[in-house]
């Protein structure tokens, strides 16, 4: 039997070599999306949002608060309006991102010890401009709002450390673990890496399967293995599980050597996640084959897979908030598993308990998948072959 599968594999890699595209696919597109991907988002975070003052309470405190957003990296002043009636026609042109508003009463108010706002305007129609936005202007008026504060207690008499306890009761030492900077760069490009590599994997192997039904090569193989299936497709899985590794670990390189992504845990613990997963996906690229008629049907069904899969794995949307239904759904899915655990590996630095549980969803998965896609390959291609060849039978014995 293993001769019969290193026969399978040599005449795959044969194969493939002969293939260039197809080779440079599997082998190198997952890095070239790596190394896009975290160039285009290599400075981690939006910075100088376009930005609108009306300051309708001229003032040094007021100055002294717009001052503050100017020398925030988050925010550009690009404009000072007269009227807060400006202020949408330049969000609706893309002129501006934000807009900061300073009441008329703002002085007064602050002066009588009087609850003031400063009003913040975003454009939450990008979720990524306005999350951030939202957290570092919440943080520059918080910081100038204590500092007022302050200033009023001391000029009451009171000493430095009077005055900060009767300014501050009670404080929050607000600190963001594991991307303290909110940067895009850790947050995204992993999940595209590991999505780029699932892709191209499963498109290898499905379009290599169904490429041997479009140009009737296995009967070929069969022959010279006397009918054996088992070795042929396991010979031939294992050129994309190869090609997917050396991708994997090609794209990590990239992302955690060149672009810095931190990688506090192990990565040999990615790597205990990664052969499950390989194996998963292969199952799923070898099934979409035996369903389908030609390379160019298993192509577009498995163009369909990675928007969905990304959405409703809990990889940039919490997992708990998604329908119940659609929870059940991703626990069925290998990259719920491993794209988050991956990612969290790198990130949180877990070990290998923390991680246990979802090696063992991911080895399930790969048993019930490989099971699944054997099932349907016996029942739909043999059958089939099986059937020609009882009626050719038939007709021999007709004649």
């Known amino acids: 039997m293993f001769n019969n599968i290193w026969e399978g594999f040599k005449r795959e890699v044969l194969l493939l070599f002969n293939d260039k595209r197809t080779l440079l696919m599997v082998f190198f597109v997952p890095i070239l999306y790596t190394i896009f991907f975290g160039f285009l988002y290599s400075q981690g975070i939006v910075r100088e949002l376009s930005t609108a003052v009306v300051n309708n309470s001229p003032c040094q405190l007021s100055r002294t608060i ?20 400006e202020i949408l026609s330049l969000m609706e042109d893309k002129k501006i991102d934000v807009a900061i508003v300073i009441p008329s009463d703002f002085e007064a108010n602050v002066k009588k010890g009087k609850p003031t706002e400063v009003f913040i305007g975003i454009n939450a129609a990008n979720m990524i401009i306005g999350n951030g936005a939202m957290v570092s202007a919440m943080q520059v008026v918080e910081t100038y709002s204590s500092g007022v504060t302050l200033t009023k207690l001391k000029s009451q008499g009171l000493s430095s450390s009077q005055a900060y306890n009767g ?98 845990g192990d990565f040999a613990h990615i790597l205990l996640l990664t052969v499950p997963f390989l194996v998963c996906v292969i ?36 997992l708990g908030a998604i329908p119940r239904p659609l929870q059940y759904l991703a626990m069925a899915i290998p990259f719920t598993h491993y794209g988050n655990y991956f990612r969290n590996v790198a990130l949180m630095g877990l070990g290998l308990d923390q991680i246990w549980n979802s090696v063992n969803w991911l080895i399930m998965l790969a048993l019930v998948y490989s099971l699944i896609f054997w099932a349907i390959f016996r029942f739909k291609w043999m059958g089939k072959r099986s059937l020609k060849r009882e009626k050719m039978k038939k007709c021999c014995e007709t004649f």
């Open 283 to 318: 199952a799923w690229g070898l099934a979409i084959a035996v369903l389908c008629s030609d390379r160019a049907q298993a192509t577009r069904i498995i163009m369909l897979l990675p928007y969905p899969i990304f959405l409703v794995s809990g990889l940039t949307y919490h």
């Open 167 to 264: 300014a501050i009761p009670l404080s929050f030492n607000f600190r963001p673990w594991y991307n303290p900077s909110y940067s895009y760069l850790n947050f995204m490009v992993l999940g595209i890496l590991i999505l780029a590599v699932q892709q191209i994997t499963m498109m290898g192997a499905a379009n290599s399967l169904v490429g041997e039904k479009e140009d009737e090569n296995l009967s070929q193989f069969l022959t010279a293995t006397n009918g054996s299936l088992l070795p042929f497709i396991i010979g031939k899985s294992a050129v994309y599980f190869i090609s997917g590794l050396f991708s994997l670990v090609g794209s990590a390189f990239f992302a955690f050597e060149v672009f810095r992504i931190p990688l506090r």
């Open 66 to 85: 717009v001052d503050g957003f100017r020398s925030s990296e988050r925010f550009a002043v690009n404009y000072e309006l007269n009227s807060e009636d």
